[in-house]
């Protein structure tokens, strides 16, 4: 599987952005997707992952700094994986990537865990 991430910029805070990962290949709604993102100077971090179909099919998970933010959502029709993000704060500016994983949601938070990458796309939230 191959990833495209797309939608990052730069945005004031309280602004909205939302980014999309496109993905290749016909097995897309097999694997359970994930937003990731990492900060200038840390560590990868979870942010929002969306079940595949036979894991659970619309079962999502989020960090709690995201929780009522952010919403994760694929259209499995065409392969894309999107993460709405409103009410941005200067602490989610980070580079985001998204990834996908043949396993079930809750291992699916780890980045460890997640069986393909795609590039990273910047995400700056100005105060």
């Known amino acids: 599987v191959q990833l495209q991430a797309s939608g990052g910029g730069l945005v004031q805070a309280g602004g909205s952005l939302r980014l999309s990962c496109a993905a290749s290949?016909?097995?897309?709604?097999?694997?359970?997707m994930g937003w990731f993102r990492q900060p200038p100077g840390k560590e990868r971090e979870f942010v929002a992952a969306?079940?595949?179909?036979?894991?659970?099919?619309?079962?999502?998970s989020y960090v709690d700094s995201v929780k009522g933010r952010f919403t994760i959502s694929r259209d499995n029709a065409k392969d894309t994986v999107y993460l709405q993000m409103n009410s941005l704060k200067p602490e989610d500016t980070a580079v985001y990537y998204c990834?996908?994983?043949?396993?079930?949601?809750?291992?699916?938070?780890?980045?460890?865990?997640?069986?393909?990458w795609g590039k990273g796309t910047q995400v700056t939230v100005s105060s």
């Open positions: 990834a996908a994983s043949r396993g079930p949601l809750y291992l699916s938070i780890h980045p460890g865990n997640m069986d393909y």
């Open positions: 969306f079940a595949a179909i036979r894991w659970g099919g619309g079962s999502t």
């Open positions: 290949g016909r097995t897309f709604n097999t694997y359970t």
